[in-house]
């Protein structure tokens, strides 16, 4: 087989959403050890360039009915910034996000209340907000 190809990145437990491939997890963890748990499986933390992606993903996730909320492979870069310097963090590269479709109120950390990681908040119908990186109480979702 060769490598990279619909097949082989469309492998249980990856599933098919939109044009991309997806594993989505309820294991809570980190976004740390998320984003190494996904480099595992030869993928990384999901990135979402574009409107249609994020809400292929949001529907997705509110058609599972868990109540849980998933990291996503945003970042903040810059948290002196107002709103922050978000970027997609793909194989360990920045990548400019094209668009930022928070939810209502979002972000809203701070220097002092660091919420630099970016993930669909199941409070908000699994809109995307920012949050901590190191709360052991969501799920993650990667992307090949």
Known sequence: MIA??????????????GDGFYFITR?????????ALCLRRGAYLANFETLE????????????HKGISFYIGGRNINRYVPGGDWKWIRYGKMIKMKYKAFG??????????????????????????????IHYLHGYICEK
């Open 4 to 17: 990279g190809t619909h097949a082989e990145k469309c492998r249980y437990p990856f599933k098919k959403i």
């Open 104 to 133: 209502s109120g979002q972000p809203d950390g701070s220097n002092s209340n660091s919420q630099d990681c970016m993930l669909f908040y199941s409070g908000d119908k699994h809109s995307i907000h920012d949050g901590s990186c």
């Open 53 to 64: 992606e994020a809400m292929l993903m949001k529907y997705e996730l509110q058609q599972m």
């Open 27 to 35: 294991e809570t963890t980190t976004a740390d050890r998320a984003f």
